[in-house]
């Protein structure tokens, strides 16, 4: 239980600073941070963006007495740690976010602002980055600095990391090079923005993501000859194959597993059913032109897996399925889709006990704020809460903003939401770590 007073003298602090974290947050909306590897032809233009958010971020932590430490794994990708060392005797903490961001898009579907402008409209901040995840950095950073403004010091180390390098799963620049450089605790939190379903929510485990290339083979020929391929008393396959007819088997038996899925594959942070699907990505057929029959397609999809299963598990289920699908067309029989798994590519799920100590602390903070009972669920996307977990730090999602606008045109962060997770932060660290009145 967290002590009113305490609580009511840093909820005040909080909310003193709102126009301070607001400012913050606009302003390194208006530093583009793109991923550089988003798109490698751009990414000589696009490297740097990330070094100078965080050092617009550096001397904001270093104003409240934080210790920094900036490095560049890569040139131009600098991360930041701010550290608050405890007076001893609590429980140490991480709180992790990432600056970089993915691209605006199309500018003109960017109607409420510009992507970089951290325009304040109606109680929200809009711009790439808002939601994902500049809003939970700042959050973070507050968090801290309200709890100093009102009187109180950690008791255990309190650490603020703003990495490089997750949007492109470069954990090797971001989260785990600061594990390996040291910065270790008792528990983290990821600041990601944890709705939907449910707002500030307790995210304990995410999906498995895997990336499938399915290339299906077809016979060229002249597209006025698609009567003989389809036609009853056409020479068929003598003549051509469409690859678009036969990747449509594909893609509807994949449909097929796929609401299979719906029905089978749960987990208990994933109360409501279906999320766990094969979502088919692009669909190209027809690359030779036209005029052809065409002799080749390929489809790309993005597989959501439960946390509890292997991603060899996985491709071995994809696979086998695959093959008996192929043997029910005379065509795919003797010419199988070829499967590309992305030379292994995977980012792992992670999966923390609702029993964990970190996830009863957040529970405490958040009915503390919002004055109800703490929601649980299952991060909808991944993030590195994987790679903080693998490393032996217990680790939860939990942040202000929704998943459903991030990397989508007019993302926006409600600025409700982003002081009622600053607040929320403040009482974790209150909860886990403790604190010493230095008034």
């Known amino acids: 239980m967290i002590d009113e007073e305490i609580k009511n003298n840093v909820i005040k602090a909080v909310n003193s600073l709102e126009d301070e974290m607001i400012k913050v947050i606009s302003d390194i909306i208006q530093i583009p941070s793109i991923n550089p590897y988003l798109d490698i032809n751009l990414k000589d233009e696009r490297i740097g963006g990330e070094s100078r958010v965080n050092a617009y971020l550096k001397p904001v932590m270093e104003s409240f007495g934080l210790e920094t430490d900036m490095w560049e794994e890569e040139p131009g990708r600098a991360n930041l740690v701010g550290v608050c060392k405890g007076t001893s005797g609590g429980r140490s903490l991480i709180f992790n976010g990432h600056i970089d961001t993915v691209a605006p898009g199309p500018l003109e579907l960017w109607t409420v602002a510009e992507p970089f402008s951290g325009k304040v409209i109606n109680g929200r901040i809009y711009g790439r980055g808002t939601t994902d995840m500049k809003g939970g950095d700042v959050a973070a950073i507050y968090a801290l600095k309200a709890l100093l403004k009102a009187g109180y010091k950690p008791k255990g180390d309190v650490i603020v990391e703003t990495v490089a390098g997750e949007e492109m799963m470069q954990p090797e620049i971001g989260t785990s090079a600061a594990v390996k450089r040291g910065y270790r605790a008792d528990a983290a939190i990821v600041v990601e923005g944890s709705a939907p379903p449910y707002r500030l929510a307790i995210l304990t485990a995410s999906p498995g993501v895997l990336l499938l290339k399915v290339t299906i083979h077809g016979k060229a020929a002249h597209s006025s000859m698609r009567d003989e391929v389809i036609r009853a008393g056409g020479r068929g396959k003598d003549v051509a194959v469409s690859a678009v007819d036969k990747a449509m088997i594909i893609f509807n038996g994949l449909k097929n597993l796929e609401d299979e899925w719906g029905q089978t594959k749960t987990h208990p942070a994933f109360t409501r059913p279906g999320h766990f699907t094969l979502c088919p990505t692009t669909f190209a057929g027809g690359l030779n032109g036209i005029a052809f029959i065409p002799e080749e397609c390929l489809i790309t999809y993005v597989i959501w897996h439960a946390p509890q299963e292997t991603k060899e598990q996985v491709m071995k289920e994809i696979e086998t399925y695959l093959s008996q699908l192929a043997k029910t067309d005379s065509w795919l029989r003797e010419n199988p889709p070829e499967l590309d798994w992305s030379g292994g590519w995977w980012w792992p799920p992670y999966d923390i006990s609702k029993d964990a100590p970190i996830c009863k602390a957040a529970a405490v903070a958040c009915e503390a704020v919002l004055n109800e009972p703490a929601k649980y669920y299952g991060f909808t996307a991944v993030d590195d809460a994987t790679f903080l977990n693998q490393a032996g730090i217990p680790t939860i999602t939990l942040g202000p903003g929704s998943i459903e606008v ?34």
Do not use: F, P, R, S
């Open 406 to 439: 991030a990397h989508t045109a007019n993302e926006y962060i409600e600025i409700n939401d982003l002081l009622d997770a600053t607040k929320i932060y403040a009482m974790i660290i209150i909860e886990w770590c403790g604190v010493t009145n230095t008034g």
